[in-house]
């Protein structure tokens, strides 16, 4: 069910950079952190369950829907996402948050809780292998770099924008669309949202810049990847195994990335957006991950 009228939009100040997000309940923080090419409302489903027991905050990321777009490839670095975080959980008053993210917000959890430990309270992650597993396992998989042909398609100067955004968005839409196994949860009112989102000046290339900026071949294939320090928190995992994007094995052995409790859920069921098709039972393991740690 949906309770759009409880939840509130607002607008803070993130070292220069003007964020959107919508919250909803009080308590301890958690940050909902939402991937491409989504905003705040793909987390429709899990505001309001959240909300009753916490401070549930779901912003837009850098360059999506109503928050800023900084111009240049160079300023969607993965280093400047975790900050706009960091930077985002002290503008709300608070030192620490639970971090929950999906796709590229799964990225930015991935990194915050791996380099700033001390803000993070506990981690779950949705759909999201750990950076260094993506690298390391993409580059030697011919699957996985075919699921990924959208990455290269990225790198193209301005082409993919106008191929995007053509006849109101039709191919991203459904790109969308067939990334859904269960797709009658995507209704078309979704989609009216989601376009409007990325009719915002300068949303689409600035969501396509994570890619160019993070993403591209002297990044994929290179011999030193970055190392991330291991995971020092609590940590849990989702994933819907019918991801047409991200292969199963990019998630298998994580727990090598976690010196801390680390539990894995699949959904053997679901593609890329698990907390829209099976929301019910995402949030409840959700729930039980909180309860318990």
Known sequence: MRTKEAWKHELVKVDGLRMHYVTQGEGELVLLLHGFPDSWYVWRSQIPELAKRFRVVAPDLRGYNKTDK????????????????????????????????????????????????????????LNSPHPNAYAMKTKHSFRQLQKSWYVFFFQILDVPEEVLSRNDYFFLKNMVQLSFIKKEVLKDEDLKVYAEAWSQPGALTAAINYYRANMNPNILFAQKTTTFPKISIPTLVIWGEQDVALSKDLIENAEEFVNAPFSIKYLPNCGHWVHLEEPELVNKYIDEFLKKH
């Open 70 to 125: 900084p111009k240049g490839v160079e300023n969607y670095r993965l280093h400047l996402l975790t900050g706009d975080i960091l930077g985002l959980i002290n503008a709300l008053g608070e030192r620490k948050a639970t971090i929950i993210g999906h796709d590229w917000g799964g990225t930015v959890a991935w990194s915050l809780a791996a380099f700033n430990p001390e803000h993070v309270e506990r981690l779950v992650i």
